[in-house]
């Protein structure tokens, strides 16, 4: 059973560019999360989506940032216009269904370098 | 909001022997659940153990073990004859039962096996 397919696994963009990260949840995986995880600090929280709905984004900066996760394909975080404070570690998790008995596998993450 | 803290940046141990990594954490909330996640240097994120919080014991997995004290709000990690497999950064984290179920992120601490 493959686990969280996370793509690319390094991302290297020039200011002003678009970064688009891909994650693959596990199979049956209908809940996927979001986190950013910057140089010496912890994961943060971005976005949680469900299969066509976003459920919270309460972690996602206003500007630049868009999350989807369409019927069909991988969840999709979208940068726009990357700055320099964008590099990070993007990492997604996903799980079969809401509630604690399930929880989220992580993927292996995409490290985003902005020069 | 919840908050996570883990007040030790770093620590070393030797082989063979025993660590205690401490967390504590806020809430207001009475139904949740607390994890211990490990990032080694390939940056993957491997839960280690998970405990709800409506268990009063402890969770033990192989030479993991948690020593979860309620009204304190902490929740600390014992590794047992460590090994140098076991050096890593160790991720604290809290989610609230109901919601959207997000993680909260201690900073982490920095575990060093010595051999």
């Known amino acids: 059973n493959a686990g969280v397919m996370q793509n690319p696994r390094h991302l290297v963009r020039r200011r002003g560019q678009e970064a688009r990260l891909r994650c693959s949840p596990m199979?049956?995986?209908?809940?996927v999360y979001w986190y950013r995880q910057l140089p010496e600090e912890g994961l943060k929280f971005m976005v949680y989506l469900q299969k066509e709905n976003i459920i919270d984004e309460s972690g996602m900066p206003k500007e630049r940032f868009s999350a989807e996760f369409p019927k069909e394909g991988p969840s999709i975080l979208r940068i726009q216009q990357v700055v320099r404070g964008d590099s990070a570690a993007y990492f997604c998790a996903s799980s079969p269904l809401k509630g604690s008995d399930q929880p989220q596998h992580f993927g292996d993450g995409t490290r985003l370098s902005i020069l | 909001a919840q908050t996570v803290t883990q007040s030790q940046p770093e620590m070393s141990v030797q082989e063979a022997e025993t660590v205690t990594l401490s967390c504590t954490y806020d809430t207001s909330e009475n139904n949740y659940y607390l994890f211990w996640y490990k990032q080694p240097p390939s940056r993957q994120m491997i839960l280690v153990i998970r405990q709800e919080a409506y268990k009063q014991q402890n969770a033990t997995e192989n030479r993991f073990s948690v020593n979860f004290q309620k009204a304190a709000k902490s929740f600390s990690l014992k590794i047992s004859d460590s090994q140098l497999g076991d050096t890593a950064m160790y991720f604290c984290?809290?989610?609230?039962?109901?919601?959207?179920?997000?993680?909260?992120f201690g900073k982490g601490t920095k575990l060093t096996v010595n051999p």
């Open positions: 199979k049956g995986h209908s809940h």
């Open positions: 984290a809290f989610m609230n039962q109901g919601g959207s179920e997000k993680l909260v």
